[in-house]
């Protein structure tokens, strides 16, 4: 066994703090992954604090992985010692399934493996994060990282990147489309870098005037003030789609109507509380709501080498372990630019 040292959640109520355990040895097809960043998802705390429910504890949070392979097995053919690796929010799935077999693990009809606060396939190993000093995975379900751009950047790529490129290219949103992004965070702020490098007219729909030049900054060509009664009826009919990342309780009927004909809005945000949607203001313009998950190894892999072609990175904040949970009581008051990013070499001082 591997020891490992790691920060953790011993229960929904106590800071995070320092916690050592073993991780498993390295099988015939598995990487050892040194992590040398590891980004803080919003998810982290929801599942930190039991929010959803069913939490496990000790847990090791952290699913947006990046690090350098230091041991390879016997059988691996797609890794080498030294290659940079990452690990996004599955480590393994039945491989089976009809979504399994298209690569599209992420809706794998037997649940896959999350990264932590799971179990591996055997349903009884519990699975750790990467807020911890190195991970062991099947080579499958690792990914290839590119040394052209900063690795702290790249980090929440592999869980906000993914999430918000997945609808995206599933969408086949481009050129000629108009898009509107509601929610500047973490997801909102890669939604918009990813949509104008695709080519669409991205305008940022928010509550907060003061984010207006943050949304320029990251490609947005127009930006809208929710709060703005005339500016909403301006924009009545005017999106084909809305990206959707808000995860506080909002009125999905508001945006509904900016949609034009056809119009699709994307659900990525979790509202605590569910939203009730007349079928009449879906049916008066053939309009959708639909819902997106991250995605599967094949597209999380062509998300990182179209990001790398692009010069596309998360803006982000680094910060030691230490500063964990200062982190946490900062995200939850929207107090980051725009995603924390921990130093891992900070947790081996």
């Known amino acids: 066994m591997i020891d490992t040292q790691a920060y953790a959640a011993q229960n929904a109520t106590s800071p995070l703090g320092p916690w050592n355990f073993q991780r498993r040895e390295v099988g015939p097809h598995d990487v050892q992954i040194e992590i040398l960043y590891c980004g803080v ?5 929801h599942q930190v604090r039991d929010e959803w429910g069913g939490s496990v504890y000790p847990m090791v949070p952290g699913h947006e992985i990046v690090g350098r392979i230091v041991k390879v097995g016997d059988h691996v053919t797609k890794f080498k010692v030294g290659d940079l690796a990452g690990i996004g929010c599955f480590v393994d799935s039945c491989r089976e399934c009809t979504p399994c077999q298209a690569g599209e693990e992420q809706y794998c009809e037997k649940g896959n493996a999350s990264t932590y606060n799971g179990t591996e396939m055997d349903r009884k190993t519990l699975t750790y994060g990467g807020y911890s000093t190195q991970i062991v995975t099947d080579e499958k379900y690792t990914l290839k990282i590119s040394d052209k751009l900063p690795l702290e950047g790249v980090a929440p790529l592999l869980c906000a990147g993914i999430t918000t490129y997945s609808p995206l290219r599933h969408w086949k949103v481009g050129k000629g489309h108009k898009v509107g992004v509601l929610g500047l965070g973490g997801l909102g702020h890669m939604a918009v870098k990813l949509a104008h490098s695709m080519g669409a007219e991205v305008t940022m729909l928010s509550t907060s005037p003061s984010k207006e030049a943050d949304a320029k900054k990251l490609g947005a060509h127009h930006f809208a003030l929710i709060k703005d009664k005339e500016q909403m009826k301006r924009l009545r009919n005017t999106f084909d789609f809305i990206i959707n990342t808000v ?20 659900c990525l945000g979790i509202p605590p509380e569910p939203s009730t949607v007349p079928a009449f203001n879906l049916i008066m313009g053939r309009r959708s709501i639909a819902g997106s998950l991250i995605g599967g190894i094949r597209e999380t892999q062509e998300m990182l080498d179209y990001c790398a072609e692009h010069n596309i990175v998360s803006d982000v904040e680094v910060i030691d372990i230490k500063d964990i949970n200062t982190a946490y009581d900062r995200m939850m008051k929207g107090d980051v630019k725009y995603r924390f990013v921990i130093d891992i070499a900070s947790l081996k001082k």
């Open 41 to 45: 998802c919003h998810s982290d705390i």
């Open 247 to 266: 995860s506080a309780p909002h009125d999905y009927n508001q945006f509904l109507r900016l949609l034009t004909l056809d119009g699709v809005m994307i």
